[in-house]
């Protein structure tokens, strides 16, 4: 597909991936995609990341439930970013049970929890 | 700086950043900070990158007056990436004159650009 050669991946063969709710526009994670991750998202219509830990393709939610449906999907200038819009099932897009990864805010120097958890991870991640 | 030590920083010392204007809650950007790029942004109030293209620190804006103005800064799960919320000083944040850098969206298999030049580069960058 031609639009995969038009990324310029990085020197792991990567590029950054920005997941946002299409309906909240709250920006829910930060991950990775390399070639085959962003083929398979696009042919499937879900997304799917490379996990850097797991040295793995990793189809979001393949163990929580907590797909991404991919509603568009666009590519930064230098092209060294790919913007997803998607619809969250679940309404759960972190590994700890968070509507989103970015629960941390800067609060006088210190990183402070604001979001709350929405489902004990012990109960998404049972195998 | 104490919350700079939470930052586990790649093996370029850099965390990926994503600006997010705070009005329209559509993502911007995405660059690159070192601890000094972090440091700096927290102390100004105003987002500065590590330009890996340059190799130096550039305070967005500095030259273009389109500066971020930092409304909230919040940091991921695991810790690599960080999310900026922002006030984005002229409506502009590419340096193609656009809105943003997302500007190209996949349509049946090709990038195809949605957004329009809001100011000719030319005008924003003369030296």
Redesign the interface.
Known sequence: ???LD?VPWDQHGLI?A?A?DATT???L??AWMNRDALKQS?ETGEAVYWSRSRKRLWRKGEESGHVQRIV???????A??L?IQVEQVGGIA???G?ER??????ED???VTTDPVLKDPALIYRK
């Open positions: 597909m031609n639009f038009e950054a920005v946002q526009a709250r920006v994670t930060v696009v568009e999907l666009r590519l930064d200038c230098d060294d970013a913007l972190c590994h700890t968070r990864c970015f629960f941390r805010k800067l120097g210190r990183w």
